[in-house]
């Protein structure tokens, strides 16, 4: 069974840009959720979809948002990229949202801004 | 806001010795993961604990979730330097769907 797949691993941009990432996430499940990793502030969670709505949504600006499609991959969007936007950015795939339920993480897509 | 406060943040260790870290909360958790993550990759699932007081063990890895599901313990056995890695908790809440709260992480070094 194929793991979680993010692209692209590894993205360099300028300030003002804005970025897609993608997740594919592991063939069944229909839950991807959004953290961002940085050395200060360990991971942080950006939101949640489900069945293609998103479920929850943590404290980030509105310049960062999400999808999810019919097929359960997801893409996450930043626009007018900042400095401080630079992260590890990954997504984690789950089959649902019923307590106990296991998280599995792609390797993630390492973004700098520049 | 940190909900969950690992101990300690950096360990450095001999090949051989035991260790313990800790993830502590004031909140109460419905369910509570441990992973393991290498530099520039995904967090790898090491194990899942749901219940109060439960203890699993995973070859030489030994978990347990607290009696009042707020805290959590992971315990290495003769340490290996495949040990190596930065240790994460994660709290699942109830009504939170996907949503999990990280831990501050835990670095550890094992040395050959």
């Known amino acids: 069974k194929a793991g979680v797949t993010q692209t692209p691993r590894y993205l360099i941009k300028t300030r003002g840009q804005q970025v897609t990432l993608s997740c594919s996430p592991i063939?069944?499940?229909?839950?991807v959720s959004w953290y961002q990793q940085t050395p200060g502030q360990g991971l942080q969670f950006l939101f949640e979809?489900?069945?293609?709505?998103?479920?929850n949504k943590g404290n980030f600006p509105g310049r960062f948002s999400g999808r999810q499609f019919s097929n359960s991959r997801s893409e996450m969007n930043v626009s007018t990229l900042e400095l401080g936007d630079s992260a590890l950015y990954l997504c984690?795939?789950?089959?649902?949202?019923?307590?106990?339920?296991?998280?599995?993480f792609g390797q993630g897509t390492r973004l700098t801004v520049v | 806001t940190q909900l969950l406060e690992q101990s300690p943040q950096f360990l450095s260790i001999q090949e051989g010795e035991n260790l313990t870290v800790y993830c502590n909360s004031s909140s109460v958790f419905s369910s509570l993961q441990w992973y393991r993550q290498e530099p520039g990759e995904g967090p790898v699932l090491l194990v899942t604990?749901?219940?109060?007081?439960e203890v699993k063990k995973l070859k030489r890895l030994t978990f347990q979730f607290g009696d009042a599901r707020k805290d959590s313990s992971l315990h290495i056995t003769a340490a290996q330097p495949g040990d190596t890695g930065l240790y994460l908790c994660a709290g699942g809440g109830p009504h939170t769907g996907n949503q999990f709260y990280f831990g501050t992480g835990t670095s550890l070094t094992v040395i050959p």
């Open positions: 604990v749901v219940t109060g007081g």
């Open positions: 984690a795939s789950s089959n649902d949202g019923r307590e106990g339920t296991e998280a599995f």
């Open positions: 063939s069944g499940h229909r839950s």
């Open positions: 979809y489900f069945s293609e709505t998103q479920r």
